[in-house]
């Protein structure tokens, strides 16, 4: 996951290299525990409903989370949030977590 972030920071953020070194100072900072890699299967069933690329994120969060916070709208689709919801998972972009919690 660290990984698929630093990615992401570098392709849409390149004009802004503090970013990555602040998101790794904020890490070090917060309570952040690593999660397993999902099992074949979950990624699998998650496959059902979302890309082969993002199957394993929702599998992970569908598994080990309450909140997912994306802004893959792929994510946003019926399908995928019936099943977060059947298993307690909400999805959320991250202004509207911030709505939530100020």
Known sequence: MFEEI?????VKFSDQPPLLSNLF???GAASIGMIA????TEVRT???????KDAPI???????CDYLLTLDN???????????????????KPGELIRRVI
């Open 6 to 10: 630093q990615r992401s920071l570098q």
């Open 25 to 27: 100072l904020l890490i």
């Open 37 to 40: 890699n999902p099992t074949a």
């Open 46 to 52: 998650a496959e059902a409903v979302i890309s082969k």
């Open 58 to 64: 929702l599998a992970s969060a569908l598994t080990h």
């Open 74 to 92: 792929e994510f946003f689709n019926s399908p995928i949030i019936a099943v977060a919801r059947d298993k307690n998972l909400t999805i959320v």
